[in-house]
């Protein structure tokens, strides 16, 4: 079902053909990154936290982690993620799954500074086994995104 959420709201971009299905999961940065032959940082993970008791999706580099200092200075809190059994009411999408498609009308979604370096990044595509190929300028226009902030750090 996430799926086709994800894809009958990328459809309204005609981007809905650029999703690839995969019959592994790629839930995992790794797993993703391993079925779509590219590197752990061009997938676009994205993540969920609550903020304020509203739901707010940050989707980074997949080498990168929060850095929770920075999450606090940026939203007043510390940061607080979403447990996967409540994802997808508040979200839309269930972990492995999460993206900023076809997503709650109620949450907002923020671009962190470390996609800036990809030409084409890999986000999830509402699934476990989903994914789909993006321009940046793509990923901005179909997230709907309130603004690049910076939150992460490296994932060492």
Same mark, same amino acid.
């Given at each position: 079902?996430?799926?086709?959420?994800?894809?009958?709201?990328? *459809?309204?971009?005609?981007?809905?053909?650029?999703?690839?299905?995969?019959?592994?999961?790629?839930?995992?940065?790794?797993?993703?990154?391993?079925?779509? &032959?590219?590197?752990?940082?061009? =997938?676009?993970?994205?993540?969920?936290?609550?903020?304020?008791?509203?739901?707010?999706?940050?989707?980074?580099?997949?080498?990168? *982690? =929060?850095?929770?200092?920075?999450?606090?200075?940026?939203?007043?809190? *510390?940061?607080?993620?979403?447990?996967?059994?409540?994802?997808?009411?508040?979200?839309?999408?269930?972990?492995? &799954?999460?993206?900023?498609? &076809?997503?709650?009308?109620?949450?907002?979604?923020?671009?962190?500074?470390?996609?800036?370096?990809?030409?084409?990044?890999?986000?999830?595509?509402?699934?476990?086994?989903?994914?789909?190929?993006?321009?940046?300028?793509?990923?901005?226009?179909?997230?709907?995104?309130?603004?690049?902030?910076?939150?992460? *750090?490296?994932?060492?």
């Amino acid at each position: 079902m996430s799926l086709n959420k994800a894809k009958a709201y990328l *459809k309204t971009f005609a981007l809905d053909q650029n999703i690839i299905e995969f019959k592994k999961s790629t839930a995992t940065v790794k797993e993703a990154a391993l079925a779509l &032959g590219c590197t752990d940082k061009e =997938i676009a993970k994205t993540m969920a936290f609550l903020v304020n008791d509203l739901p707010i999706l940050i989707v980074a580099s997949g080498d990168k *982690k =929060i850095d929770n200092q920075k999450f606090k200075q940026t939203f007043h809190t *510390k940061a607080k993620m979403i447990p996967p059994e409540k994802l997808e009411e508040l979200i839309g999408h269930t972990a492995g &799954g999460i993206c900023p498609f &076809g997503i709650n009308s109620n949450v907002k979604v923020y671009l962190d500074v470390s996609l800036k370096q990809f030409s084409i990044i890999y986000p999830a595509c509402g699934t476990s086994n989903s994914a789909i190929k993006l321009t940046l300028k793509e990923l901005e226009k179909t997230s709907k995104y309130i603004k690049y902030i910076d939150v992460c *750090k490296e994932n060492v």
